[in-house]
């Protein structure tokens, strides 16, 4: 079953959402395992898996920081990202 893109596209297996650190593919982790992390990194949005985040210490270093209070909890979209921590937005490009 191919997935379909709105512009008509289908997505290639390496177009598929994974972890921005070791590429494993999506997938939803059990319930006593950590969470996916949703993060911001060079004015893009990620995600980071429960592997990484449980093996590598440092994983978090790569993300952007609100410029306001630092915090790493960011959302990309429409050309901002938004702090989901304090409100404070920027262009994505800021981040970066």
Do not use: F
């Not at 978090?60 to 915090?71: F, H, N, Y």
């Not at 989901?84 to 970066?96: K, L, T, V, Y």
């Amino acid at each position: 079953m191919d997935v379909v893109r709105p512009d008509g596209g289908s997505i290639e297996p390496g177009d598929r959402p994974g972890c921005s650190l070791c590429g494993r593919p999506t997938y939803d982790p059990d319930k006593r395992e950590r969470p996916w992390a949703r993060a911001v990194s060079g004015g893009r949005q990620v995600l980071i898996c429960p592997v990484c985040q449980a093996e590598r210490p440092d994983w978090a270093a790569s993300l952007d920081r609100c410029g306001s209070c630092g915090g790493t909890r960011l959302s990309a979209m429409l050309g901002e990202v938004v702090c989901r921590a304090c409100g404070h937005s920027q262009p994505a490009n800021a981040g970066a």
